[in-house]
């Protein structure tokens, strides 16, 4: 059921929404692009959801925005399974040029989590950098990020990590039982 809003706004529907489909018995990948955007590919300016979304916020199985959520995320903030971000990372990997934040991290300046890596400063379980586990590297920390963050972060990251999974695979489900209905209704 695709749905594209009349309103458009520098020629972009205000709300598009592109579900796959089957024709002719093969699959066909829905494409949305809008201001919010929702599909198998979805390309949103102000938010983006699907299996592959890009956009200001974007969710999805691999996500690209100024704010990503994903399987495999990149932005500016990133959180997923494999995180990639400039100003903060997060997940199961992160890798950020700045500093990350995740399960495993992996940042130029500072790197929170169970294996964190940096050129200057880490703390986690295995962490490696010049200043590690230190005062030096928890006074980085605190100055730069929202207090505790990082502290919460390292230990609990395990859980948004298992949202996004959560998220992705109940999108997942959700995309399949569609695709699966559509046979039965084109026949009505």
């Known amino acids: 059921m695709a749905y594209q809003s009349k309103l458009r706004l520098l020629g972009l529907p205000l709300v598009h929404l592109a579900p796959g489909r089957l024709e002719g018995g093969a699959y066909v990948r829905g494409v949305a692009r809008g201001w919010i955007a929702a599909g198998d590919l979805a390309f949103g300016v102000v938010f983006a959801a699907g299996g592959v979304a890009a956009g200001g916020v974007a969710v999805g199985g691999i996500a690209l925005g100024a704010l990503s959520l994903g399987g495999l995320s990149a932005g500016l903030v990133a959180l997923g399974g ?90 997942s489900i959700r995309q399949a039982r569609r695709a699966e209905r559509l046979p039965a209704a084109r026949r009505r």
Do not use: C, Y
């Open 82 to 171: 494999l995180a990639v971000g400039v100003a903060l990372a997060g997940g199961g990997g992160a890798v950020a040029w700045w500093t990350a934040f995740g399960g495993a991290a992996l940042a130029f300046w500072g790197a929170v989590g169970g294996l964190a890596v940096a050129s200057h400063f880490a703390m986690g379980g295995l962490a490696i950098a010049p200043h590690a586990n230190d005062a030096a590297a928890k006074q980085f920390f605190a100055d730069r990020a929202v207090p505790g963050a990082a502290e919460a972060l390292s230990r609990h990251g395990r859980w948004a990590l298992a949202l996004v999974a959560a998220s992705v695979l109940w999108l």
